[in-house]
């Protein structure tokens, strides 16, 4: 190899490791083709940017500091080492403490707290997920759940770190099915102790992140019984390890070892034998148990209980949701930006010039809607953050509905955004350093943790026919019918025919008749399961429980309906609020492509239902395509808004 070669082979080496950010030119890709965009991405990224602005920069600082750079190597226990150093690192600098009380020494700003976690889904995702675990539901966890005895003996500590501790609900036997945990916490009033125990096998706490290796102390839910009677699924602290990281006598801890993604974080499983924890352990501020072992709390139904202190949680789903859309962000910034510069067949033989991916139709089809998309969730998301921060237990069902419904709905998107941008950048896609191995193993279980997918959306659609059951209850039967009659035709006009068949394209962009098909969909599908469900529990025929189970491919489907009504609605609210007008433009034609590209995709149901026409469903299919087509001159400038730093993006192909 001569000299040139030998240099150029060790500056790709150093490339592969991620730790370079640039090439010579000579061996690097043509440059990103950035034509004019119809906006200047600043302008769009302080949009997205927010009044948390500071902390997004605050977090990306943090983030592009040398110590920072990825983690390169296979062994996940350096790796472990290296992501709870990062962890420090965020702790030194304040992050942590961004939701705590202001007394002692926090914000109480859970808003900031979401926005510095959703910049931190820029970077590596198992940081992310060490930090919700540590920050999120471990010491937040104490403050939503505990009371001031326990803020004060507990929080500046798990703020800073000093603290480790973990969030320990699932068990072998039972993830999505909390209630039914089998952990007990049995109340022993001579010593004004409870005792922690995992009666079998599947008792044994599961996939607790921080388990394996640095928690000291858990919050475990457990069953509370006293004097044998049985007060349902409470959360008790309970201490783990030493102070030199040794589990202590009666704890059994077992490493979960290596997993598809997230290797920064340690999780393992944990069983209990008979472990004594004071009366002061029981996070008390839904429950308590008095020194006579009276067991006291203000909601009187044990259900009712239960979801009160499960709402108090809501913001782990959020805070995925979000993080989830900012890796689908880094996915089409990599895939947008490679596609702007290269090049593959073209006209003539041999072709000339060859054409530009982002040029190709396909591409543009394959990535414009996934842009919208994240665009969507975005905005959607921040009005959900906002709504919780107005109200500080989260504890409203609307609330609860639409964070289940957002946490599925943007983690399903994160994971086909992903996909779709790694097959669109071909074998670059596959290499480590261009960031998709990482994405795609590392957000595949957002699917699944903070509430698995299949089962939030069964409850977004439990609470949507528990809404309307609660409104058709105090209707008189005139208005009853009213009601029926209006929610059927939601959306819809007495102009009903020319809506099916208009194909005009000034109609089809017009957000109200978009919305109006949204919204048809949904209440369509929620009379029509709330019909099934009452005709198959009438005269308990059937039991709820097994007619819920057996409506639920409709169920599912409404949830979907449901979420994309409230995201679109939302979308169309920013558009028209958008207070810098050179946006304007550009958000318009993502929302218009957000909502004629889900009137594509459930052409099936409108067909079937006769609310659009089979000419109406083909010029939304050509318009999709306009608009996909429309996007690509901005594409390049809507990914450069995001405002993801160079160092968490592909160095080869997306810089
Ligand atoms: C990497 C990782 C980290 C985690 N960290 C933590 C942590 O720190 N603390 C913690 O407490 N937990 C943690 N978890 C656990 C996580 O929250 C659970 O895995 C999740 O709640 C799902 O539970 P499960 O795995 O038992 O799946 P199950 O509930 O058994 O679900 C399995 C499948 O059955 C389906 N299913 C279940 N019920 C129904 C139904 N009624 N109808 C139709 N389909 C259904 C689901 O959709 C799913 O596809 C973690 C998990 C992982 C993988």
Not at 399 to 424: P, V
Not at 472 to 482: A, F, H, I, W, Y
């Amino acid at each position: 190899m001569n000299d040139a070669l030998a240099k150029s082979a060790a500056e790709l080496d150093r490339i592969g490791d991620g730790s370079q950010p640039a090439v010579s030119s000579d061996l690097s890709y043509p440059p990103i083709e950035r034509p004019r965009a119809s906006f200047e991405p600043v302008a769009m990224q302080h949009f997205l940017d927010g009044e948390h602005r500071p902390v997004r920069e605050l977090v990306k600082q943090i983030v592009t500091q040398p110590e920072f750079r990825y983690f390169a190597g296979t062994d996940h226990l350096a790796f472990r080492r290296q992501v709870l150093a990062w962890t420090k690192r965020l702790a030194d600098a304040g992050i942590g403490r961004i939701f705590m009380p202001k007394n002692f020494g926090g914000e109480e700003d859970p808003a900031k707290f979401m926005a510095a976690g959703e910049t931190l889904g820029f970077h590596d995702l198992s940081l992310l997920i060490k930090f919700g675990v540590q920050f999120g539901l471990f010491a937040g966890s104490i403050q939503r759940l505990g009371t001031e005895s326990h803020h004060r003996k507990y929080l500046v500590d798990a703020a800073s770190c000093q603290l480790m501790g973990c969030f320990a609900m699932t068990e072998i036997g039972h993830g999505s099915n909390v209630q039914a945990l089998e952990t007990t916490a049995v109340y022993d009033p001579t010593h004004e102790q409870f005792i922690i125990h995992s009666p079998t096998f599947s008792a044994g706490k599961a996939y607790i992140g921080n388990a394996a290796s640095d928690a000291r102390l858990a919050i475990v839910f457990a069953q509370l019984a006293i004097g044998g009677e049985q007060q349902g699924v409470h959360a008790f602290l309970v201490p783990l390890r030493d102070e030199s990281s040794r589990p202590l006598p009666g704890i059994a801890i077992e490493d979960d070892g290596y997993k598809m993604g997230l290797n920064g974080v340690d999780n393992g499983r944990i069983w209990f034998d008979h472990i004594r924890v004071p009366r002061t352990a029981l996070l008390n501020r839904f429950a308590d148990v008095d020194s006579a072992g009276k067991y006291q709390s203000q909601i009187k139904s044990a259900g009712a209980r239960f979801f009160t202190m499960i709402g108090t949680l809501v913001g782990g789903r959020i805070a995925i949701a979000a993080s989830g859309n900012s890796a689908a962000k880094a996915g089409l910034t990599i895939a947008i930006r490679y596609a702007a510069r290269r090049r593959q067949f073209g006209p003539g033989k041999p072709p000339g010039k060859e054409t530009l991916l982002l040029d190709y139709p396909a591409t543009q089809r394959r990535l414009m809607p996934l842009l919208a998309n994240a665009y969507a969730v975005d905005f959607a998301l921040k009005h959900l953050v906002a709504l919780s921060a107005k109200t500080p237990d989260g504890a409203s069902r609307a609330i609860e509905t639409l964070a289940a419904g957002l946490k599925a709905w943007s983690a399903w998107n994160t994971t086909r955004t992903i996909q779709a941008g790694r097959e669109s950048c071909g074998g670059e896609g596959y290499i480590a350093a261009n960031r998709f191995a990482a994405l795609k193993a590392d957000t595949d279980v957002f699917a699944t943790f903070e509430g698995d997918n299949t089962v939030l959306m069964q409850l977004v659609a439990k609470n949507l026919l528990t809404d309307l059951k609660d409104h058709l209850k105090d209707l008189r039967p005139v208005q009853l019918t009213g009601f029926l009659l209006n929610k059927k035709m939601s959306g819809f006009t007495r102009t009903m025919p020319l809506f099916t068949l208009n194909t005009s394209r000034y109609h089809l962009l017009d957000a109200n008749v978009q919305l109006s098909y949204f919204k048809h969909r949904e209440s369509g599908l929620l009379l029509q399961v709330g019909g099934a469900f009452r005709r198959l529990i009438k005269n308990r025929e059937m039991d709820a429980y097994t007619a819920f189970t057996r409506l639920q491919p409709e169920l599912l489907e409404l949830a979907d309906a449901y979420v994309e009504r409230e995201i679109l609605e939302r979308f169309t609210a920013v558009v028209e609020n958008a207070s810098d007008r050179t946006l304007h433009t550009p958000l318009r034609r993502l929302r218009d492509l957000f909502a004629l590209y889900r009137l594509e995709l459930h052409k099936g149901w409108y067909l079937e239902n006769g609310v659009m026409s089979g000419f109406k469903a083909k010029a939304i299919s050509r318009l999709v395509t306009a608009l996909c087509a429309d996007l690509r001159q901005d594409a390049v400038a809507l990914v450069d808004a995001f405002g993801i730093p160079d160092s968490c993006l592909a160095a080869r192909i997306a810089l």
